[in-house]
């Protein structure tokens, strides 16, 4: 093996490692967005645009759990306020987003952050209890 | 050109298949995790997606670390330790660093000698550890980069796991960075210690790493 192919693969990896953290930079405020808007929307009483911001399989969970259309099932949900400051944490194609107190996870389909669990609780040592999630 | 294909055929045979290799992973691993994705209700990645992913990232890095860590030890091992019968090994009476003349530097440098084999002081210096410390700084480099696309990949599935993901201090203390690490270390270390006990008793003609077939076990150090 020469010493350019070992010095190219070298610059290839650190280049792979740079471009990995500034990907996850930039989808930090569309994820918090998407968060931000089924809270609001939910607080609002817009019961079409939070679902339109929900996974379609958390759209589904929510729809069978509650036996109602997903448009009235997620106004009877307590999602929070998002208010408070936000903490965004993004690894490739998954999103946490605190807002206060209020936790949502978010998931990257086609493009756009969709919500993967909703008024979340935390449980010591284990994954949060969300009353809205993919199944 | 048939020249020079044939007198660097060895590395550009590795080349080669390092390249289609990587290309059959990237694919491989695109298809393995997009069935995961599919399985948690979550959207497939496109082949480009999978690639750019810190779950390729750190597939290609744990491997990469560990083979030149494998080399590098294997370099700065066969300085001081030997093994009887091995081709391997150095002649039972030259462990260590050897003199300037059995090197060939300073003044018993030879003519087309490199020219900081020959200069003396730290060109000499840095020059009779160069290989080792290119091998070690790109092991030091990939496992760096193993334990940033690990923990960016581990976090991942923490989040599709709604757990809270972890800091990448606490992930280098964590069960997944350690599991990656080791199960690659302990197969490297396996095979060549194999070669190294191995060669001494079998032989595979016309190699550069084998013994001459008719040569005796207990020869060492002497290579095809």
């Given amino acids: 093996m020469t010493r350019t192919t070992v010095g190219a693969r070298l610059a290839l990896?650190?280049?792979?490692?740079?471009?990995?953290?500034?990907c996850a930079g930039s989808q930090d405020a569309p994820a918090r967005s998407a968060a931000q808007q089924l809270l609001r929307a939910v607080?609002?009483?817009?019961?079409?645009?939070?679902?339109?911001?929900?996974?379609p399989a958390a759209r589904d969970e929510l729809e069978q759990q509650s036996g109602?259309?997903?448009?009235?099932?997620v106004l009877q949900e307590d999602l929070g306020s998002g208010s408070g400051a936000a903490h965004v944490e993004v690894y490739d194609s998954m999103a946490q987003v605190r807002l206060g107190a209020d936790t949502v996870f978010l998931s990257r389909f086609d493009g756009r952050w969709l919500v993967v669990g909703a008024a979340c609780t935390p449980v010591a040592g284990r994954p949060y209890d969300c009353s809205v999630a993919v199944p | 050109m048939r020249t020079f294909l044939r007198h660097n055929s060895l590395s550009l045979f590795f080349g080669a298949l390092f390249v289609l290799s990587l290309a059959g992973q990237s694919v491989a691993g695109w298809h393995q995790l997009n069935a995961l994705q599919v399985a948690e209700h979550l959207d497939p990645l496109t082949w480009t997606g999978y690639v750019t992913s810190s779950d390729f990232a750190v597939d290609v890095a744990e491997n990469w670390q560990s083979?030149?860590?494998?080399?590098?030890?294997?370099?700065?091992?066969?300085?001081?330790?030997?093994?009887?019968g091995s081709p391997?090994?150095?002649e039972l009476d030259k462990a260590?660093?050897?003199?300037?003349?059995?090197?060939?530097?300073?003044?018993?440098?030879?003519?087309?000698?490199p020219a900081w084999a020959r200069t003396g002081g730290w060109r000499t210096r840095?020059?009779?550890?160069?290989l080792a410390m290119v091998m070690g700084a790109i092991f030091l480099a990939s496992w760096l980069v193993q334990s940033v696309a690990g923990w960016a990949a581990f976090n991942e599935q923490r989040l599709q796991q709604l757990q809270d993901p972890l800091s990448w201090t606490s992930y280098l203390r964590n069960a997944d960075f350690?599991?990656?690490?080791?199960?690659?270390?302990?197969?490297?270390?396996?095979?060549?210690?194999?070669?190294?006990?191995?060669?001494?008793?079998?032989?595979q003609r016309g190699s550069s790493q084998s013994k001459p077939v008719g040569q005796p076990h207990g020869s060492t150090g002497v290579e095809g």
């Avoid at chain 2, 840095?126 to 160069?130: G, T």
């Avoid at chain 2, 080791?182 to 032989?203: H, P």
Wanted: with cysteine; proline share 1%; hydrophobic share 45%.
């Fill in chain 2, 88 to 90: 391997e090994s150095k």
């Fill in chain 1, 43 to 55: 607080d609002t009483g817009d019961g079409s645009a939070a679902c339109a911001l929900l996974a």
């Fill in chain 2, 67 to 84: 083979e030149f860590l494998q080399f590098w030890l294997y370099l700065m091992a066969t300085v001081w330790l030997l093994q009887k």
């Fill in chain 2, 96 to 113: 260590g660093r050897e003199s300037d003349e059995d090197q060939k530097i300073g003044a018993h440098a030879v003519a087309d000698s």
């Fill in chain 1, 13 to 22: 990896t650190g280049a792979g490692a740079l471009l990995l953290a500034a």
């Fill in chain 2, 126 to 130: 840095v020059y009779s550890s160069s």
């Fill in chain 2, 178 to 203: 350690w599991a990656r690490t080791l199960q690659n270390w302990q197969s490297e270390f396996l095979a060549v210690g194999a070669m190294a006990v191995l060669t001494i008793y079998l032989r």
């Fill in chain 1, 68 to 73: 109602r259309p997903c448009e009235r099932a």
